[in-house]
């Protein structure tokens, strides 16, 4: 059945593809691609097919994805099928074999044929993978392929992504014209987020909610789970609750009272899984203690802002919570795509907060606020006197508040900061 699959392949065109700003490497390293279900690695991997197929026959590309339904029930033997192809087709006289396997996680031990591929056809074999769960980068993972692969985490699209499928061309000179049509796609990037099939169709509420049932159900309920109503009821929960802390001791607490009966540490084996993923994120403390880091409550944010709306906000729209999520999405693409960057939310024992810490390295390089409505004077001036603080205490001086409008710099008690609105820093 694979061979008819590759052959399917090989027989039909690839479909359109618009690229992504992420470049995958060229070395003969193993490429891995993770990120939430949907969020177009499968066309990421289309795209550099397309690249390949300016320099190689598509017979030297071998592409296999491990969802398609033919292939069920899936197979560990599935590997040693691949390999006898490329043999019995001669590929590897003709050129260097390109290999992408798309979901692999779905087969277990998937790992060890990889590593076994590599290390027997090294630069003669070019390896892809791409997964839907954070496990593909395990730690026993990386300590199999040690050396061997590089990794790559997809995200929804960014904003600039967004405007890029919508065939929306960002002028170096902006009219007022211009800020008005990218302030109009801003709204619906924050309401309805960056998967690729929303932004493109037209039923999004649908696809959206679809999708959140289709991670659920594919991605966690899957991994045999005993009590499935209560990380169900706790992902609904996260979902509502976007941009807030959560405490596991809390969270057990309110199943009890719902009378569900359930421990601390199985709450925190759900948010892991949850977390696996892709669906949520979680921001600690900044703290130099990692003790301190752990011990406090966590800020949850969701993959996508249409998600999130669709989901969670259920009665009205909360814009504030819309900004900072789309904030913490593009502040943890730079946390994937740098690995000298972390983030981390600020909060004192005045509970005076920061919402966003940005560190590279040892120290922390940028002070970010989110403030939708700064013209509330008593708003603005909470969140300046944080932001302040913070910056003494943690002696950094990028200091930031993203706006919805206001844009320029002021100088506070000899702190310079710098107001931008979100269309304009997103752009960045």
């Not at 795209?47 to 071998?62: G, T």
């Not at 959560?246 to 359930?262: H, P």
């Not at 907060?353 to 001036?381: R, S």
Request: aromatic share 14%; glycine share 4%.
């Amino acid at each position: 059945m694979i061979r008819e699959v590759i052959y399917e392949f090989w027989e039909k065109e690839l479909p359109e593809v618009i690229s992504r700003e992420v470049e995958i490497d060229s070395s003969d390293l193993i490429n891995d691609i993770v990120g939430i279900r949907r969020c177009g690695k499968t066309f990421l991997m289309f795209n550099k097919i397309k690249e390949l197929l300016k320099k190689a026959d598509k017979e030297s590309i071998v592409y296999v994805n491990f969802e398609n339904r033919k292939l069920f029930p899936l197979k560990k033997e599935y590997f040693d099928d691949i390999i006898e192809l490329i043999h019995s087709e001669n590929l590897l006289n003709k050129g260097k074999v390109y290999l992408f396997l798309d979901e692999v996680q779905k087969i277990g031990g998937w790992e060890r044929h990889v590593r076994s591929v590599y290390d027997e056809f090294k630069g003669k074999i070019k390896i892809f993978v791409s997964g839907s769960n954070a496990s593909l980068l395990s730690k026993d993972y990386g300590t199999l392929l040690t050396g061997r692969h590089l990794s790559k985490t997809l995200m929804p699209l960014s904003f600039r992504e967004f405007l890029k499928f919508k065939k929306y061309e960002i002028e170096k000179i902006l009219t007022e014209k211009d800020r008005a049509n990218i302030k109009k796609f801003l709204e619906e990037y924050l309401n309805f987020g960056g998967f690729p099939e929303v932004v493109l169709s037209e039923n999004k509420e649908q696809i959206l909610s679809q999708l959140f049932n289709d991670i659920l159900s594919k991605d966690i309920l899957s991994r045999n789970i005993r009590k499935e109503s209560v990380i169900e009821e706790f992902s609904y929960y996260l979902a509502g609750n976007v941009s807030s802390l959560l405490s596991f001791n809390k969270m057990a607490n309110y199943f009890k009272s719902r009378g569900i009966k359930i421990s601390v540490p199985t709450i925190e084996n759900y948010f892991g899984l949850i977390k696996n993923s892709f669906l949520f994120f979680d921001n600690l403390i900044f703290s130099y203690k990692i003790k301190d880091r752990f011990q406090n409550p966590r800020k949850i944010y969701c993959i996508d802002n249409g998600i999130f709306n669709f989901i969670g906000l259920k009665f009205s729209k909360d814009y504030g919570k819309l900004y900072e999520n789309a904030v913490f999405l593009k502040l943890k693409k730079k946390s994937f795509d740098n690995y000298l960057i972390d983030i981390f939310y600020w909060k004192n024992i005045q509970h005076e907060e920061v919402d966003f810490v940005v560190k590279e390295g040892l120290k922390a390089k940028q002070l970010i606020q989110v403030c939708y409505n700064v013209d509330n004077a008593e708003t603005k001036k909470r969140e300046v006197k944080a932001l302040i603080k913070a910056s003494k205490e943690l002696k950094c001086k990028d200091l930031v508040i993203i706006t919805k409008d206001y844009d320029g710099k002021e100088k506070i008690c000899n702190k310079k900061i710098k107001f931008i609105p979100l269309w304009k820093w997103l752009l960045e």
